[in-house]
């Protein structure tokens, strides 16, 4: 008797339930949610589709660049415009055989009116995940930047093996150092000799704008630390970063800019930006990001043997 009444329970509640699907099938609610969740699904595939083809993009452009580069013979380290005096690199004169523009102290020496150095650019969140690991590898990715260009094999790094090099060069700075957080020029150039084993960085305090470009036409890349908000990039995420390191690649004197290869944007490679507030934006790090203003103007270059 206690089992029967527990089935006919058990079919009644059955029942119930069944009949209450029934009513939220036949309810509006019912179709509003499923449209709602199917326009969601539909829409996130897309967006995954259309990242993907984007990446994909991005990376057959890159390795049809090389292959460009390559076909054509591209082997030079420079591309020089110039309209008036001054010896294009890999040219001679009498005054120095040995082509290129020397670092002199002579105001008057001619060079260039526009250089640009073919470092390959590197973002500092390969792949667009800006997680709080990449927010910091601005330094990282100018450094990695610059010991690419110096290598033998010049060119452009790929999205996966750039954000791998990255993630070992975070973990190098974290055993050794014990952090790898905003690095100064000092400690940068420390890095580049103990990762990279490069040993030709050299430190300019107060440097002029003829400095910079007397460097540059040396083929010689610089980074750059800087107050991030004085830079006033309008790609970077609003207000943008506090400090910020980028890498000088060249200039062009009828335009007044430097050309610079920054890591802070997707839209960095090659990004002009005006002598007047480049030159007012270095500032190297000072302890402590709130206090970046009050940093030493101060760059790192690499020569070129």
């Keep these: 008797m206690v089992r029967i009444t527990f089935r ?86 009498e005054e120095n055989p040995g082509g290129g523009q020397p670092l002199v102290d002579n105001e008057e020496s001619d060079i260039p009116d526009r250089i640009r150095l073919t470092v390959p650019f590197i973002l500092q ?28 094999n010049k060119k452009a790094i790929h999205r996966k093996e750039a ?28 890095l580049a000799e103990d990762y990279f084993d490069l040993k030709s960085g050299a430190i300019i305090e107060d440097p002029t704008l003829e400095e910079l470009k007397k460097i540059l036409a040396n083929e010689w890349p610089i980074i750059v630390p800087a107050a991030g908000r004085l830079l006033e990039n309008p790609f970077f995420t609003p207000p943008g970063p506090l400090y910020h390191n980028l890498v000088l690649i060249g200039y062009d004197d009828n335009h007044r800019t430097f ?23 270095i500032h190297d790090f000072p302890g402590n990001k709130d206090d970046i203003e009050q940093g030493d103007k101060r760059v790192l270059y690499f020569k070129v043997d």
């Excluded at 036949?26 to 990446?55: C, P």
């Excluded at 150092?177 to 020029?185: E, H, L």
Aim: negative net charge; contains cysteine; aromatic residues 10%.
């Design 8 to 93: 006919l329970n058990k079919i009644k509640i059955n029942n119930k339930m069944h009949i209450n699907m029934k009513k939220i099938i036949k309810s509006k609610w019912f179709f509003v949610l499923a449209l709602i969740g199917l326009s969601f699904f539909i829409f996130k595939s897309f967006f995954n589709a259309e990242k993907n083809l984007t990446n994909e993009l991005s990376d057959q452009q890159t390795r049809t660049t090389d292959q460009k580069r390559e076909s054509e013979g591209e082997n030079d380290q420079m591309e020089v415009i110039q309209e008036e005096g001054g010896v294009p690199a890999g040219e001679t004169n």
């Design 163 to 190: 954000e791998e090099e990255l993630a070992r060069m975070i973990e190098f700075q974290n055993e050794k150092y014990g952090d790898y957080r905003d690095s100064n020029m000092e400690q940068l150039k420390t």
């Design 259 to 281: 050309i610079t290869n920054d890591p802070g944007t997707r839209r960095g490679r090659y990004y002009e930006y005006d002598y007047e507030i480049l030159m007012e934006a």
């Design 125 to 152: 969140a390969p792949n667009e995940v800006w997680d709080e690991i990449q927010e910091e590898s601005c330094e990282e990715a100018s450094l990695l930047m610059v010991a690419t260009y110096l290598s033998e």
